[in-house]
């Protein structure tokens, strides 16, 4: 009789001690098979390895109008065209130009319309066109949803450069004449380019131009612009 009962305590040992741990692995090992496709499902996320509209060794075309808000006496809409080539994909080279058509402020119509004593007012100076070349650099590239179904992709870059800033002066002469001035002009600025296709973005820009005004000290208009960039190889 004891030996039946020591008999049956080694066998349940045995079964403890090999049975147990073997089907706890084995249980353990379909879990963690399970948990593995759990976790991968959760984690198919598609990484982009490459960017999706390249710049690197493309010319960039930008028609482009905008404004040129912090004049005083006169509304400019300054119109013209840029053109950019790439020679990394953050770094560009651009050359610019621009005419500045252009409207009286409300100021200066008050001033013209309130002149009095047969003489005539005079508005000092008035932006003209300007033209230079400037470098770009693009240190952010991204992307957002957009609708909540597509995704936008834009880089933000920042601009400096050099060029000629060309004004009409007035002069004291009766009848109003005016004399060309040019100055070199220096300007800074920052925009946002949303890219629509491989080969067709957007561009919202803001400059700040500086050059030697007639009156004496510096002058500094700011300009605002929208434009769309072609991109060709």
């Not at 952010?140 to 004004?167: C, E, R, S």
């Amino acid at each position: 009789m004891k030996r039946r009962i020591i008999s049956g305590a080694i066998l349940a040992a045995l079964f403890t001690v090999v049975l147990v741990p073997s089907a706890l692995a084995e249980e353990k090992g379909m879990l963690d098979k399970y948990m593995d496709k759990y976790w991968a499902e959760k984690r198919d996320v598609r990484v982009i390895q490459k960017r999706l509209y390249q710049k690197d060794g493309r010319f960039e075309l930008t028609p482009f109008f905008g404004t040129v808000p912090n004049d005083e006496f006169n509304l400019y809409f300054p119109t013209g065209l840029r053109a950019t080539y790439f020679i990394s994909e953050d770094i560009g080279i651009e050359l610019f130009g621009s005419y500045m058509f252009h409207m009286d402020s409300d100021l200066a119509s008050f001033i013209y319309d309130s002149y009095d004593g047969g003489l005539e007012a005079h508005i000092p100076q008035r932006l003209w066109w300007t033209a230079g070349v400037e470098g770009l650099w693009s240190p952010i590239h991204g992307k957002f949803g957009l609708f909540t179904t597509k995704l936008a992709h834009f880089d933000w870059f920042l601009a400096i450069g050099v060029g000629a800033m060309a004004t009409e002066v007035s002069t004291q002469e009766v009848g109003g004449k005016t004399d060309k001035k040019f100055d070199v002009a220096g300007n800074v600025g920052t925009g946002l380019r949303l890219f629509v296709l491989d080969w067709l973005a957007l561009r919202l820009e803001y400059r700040n131009y500086i050059f030697a005004a007639e009156a004496g000290g510096v002058s500094h208009p700011m300009e605002l612009s929208l434009g769309v960039s072609f991109f060709v190889n």
